[in-house]
């Protein structure tokens, strides 16, 4: 199973981006998939997660309404869409994907075996 993080870069606060997710080597239907980030000096959290067919998310509080988690099973993608970005938003993020039988929320960065390499996101003031 392989992960591939993309579209990260520098972006000025209240601007977009948007991030993908390619996986190969897994029957990607069958996975759970979340994004997650890690900031310098701060733990991963789980930014948003997909259930397995994408009627199903779940994203932190605090990209509510900004950020829009989706995929698409016949591309073996996932996507994050970042809208109104803030400097706090600066991270680097990483797609993980787990296969799962269930659509439980599944938000800890333990409940996930693979991984991608990371994509940096700068926000600037």
């Known amino acids: 199973v392989q992960l591939q993080a993309s579209g990260g870069g520098l972006v000025q606060a209240g601007g977009t981006l948007s991030l993908s997710c390619a996986a190969s080597?897994?029957?990607?239907?069958?996975?759970?998939v979340g994004w997650f980030r890690q900031a310098p000096g701060e733990e991963r959290e789980l930014v948003a997660r997909?259930?397995?067919?994408?009627?199903?998310?779940y994203y932190t509080d605090s990209v509510k309404g900004r950020f829009t988690i989706s995929r698409d099973n016949a591309k073996n993608t996932v996507y994050l869409l970042m809208n109104i970005l803030m400097p706090e938003d600066t991270a680097i993020y990483y797609c993980a994907a787990d296969r799962r039988y269930d659509d439980y929320r599944y938000v800890r960065v333990d409940q996930y075996n693979y991984w991608g390499q990371g994509t940096q996101v700068t926000v600037s003031s």
């Open positions: 080597g897994l029957t990607f239907s069958n996975y759970v």
């Open positions: 997909i259930s397995r067919r994408g009627t199903n998310t």
